[in-house]
Each structure stands twice: as C-alpha cells, then as structure tokens.
C-alpha cells in the first residue's frame, strides 16, 4: 500500500490524490468482485470476495471517527 506521509509531502493536493486513490481502489475491488463472479469460478469467486472484504477494512479505517463512540 501507499504510505500516508507522501501524501502530506504533496502540498495542498494531497487529500484530493489520497481520496482518489481511495476510490480507485474500490471500484477496482467492485470490478475484480464482479468478474469473478461472471466467469463462475468458485475459488476465484472467494478470492475475490476476501480481497473485497480487505479493501473494504482498509476504506473504512480511512473515515474519521468523530461520532463513532456516540451511539
């Protein structure tokens, strides 16, 4: 993965660059989900679902957290 500090080095871009390449990488995972699951291929298919699920885990430790502890 990236590391967040290059990003900071960037200069005022560097939340823009980071959030896109955020969403770049879930609708790649979106993409690769929907392939395997057109071509049918039961292992590819739980591959691909396990590299979702990862994705998703590292897109979600991405948003902040204020209001979390609230509920």
Known sequence: MTDPV???RAGSRAG???DDALQRLGRHAIALLQAARDSGDLALIAQAE??????????????PSAGSGAD
């Open 6 to 8: 290059q990003f900071d």
């Open 16 to 18: 823009t660059d980071h």
């Open 50 to 63: 396990a590299m979702a699920m990862a994705v998703g885990f590292t897109l979600a430790a991405q948003l």
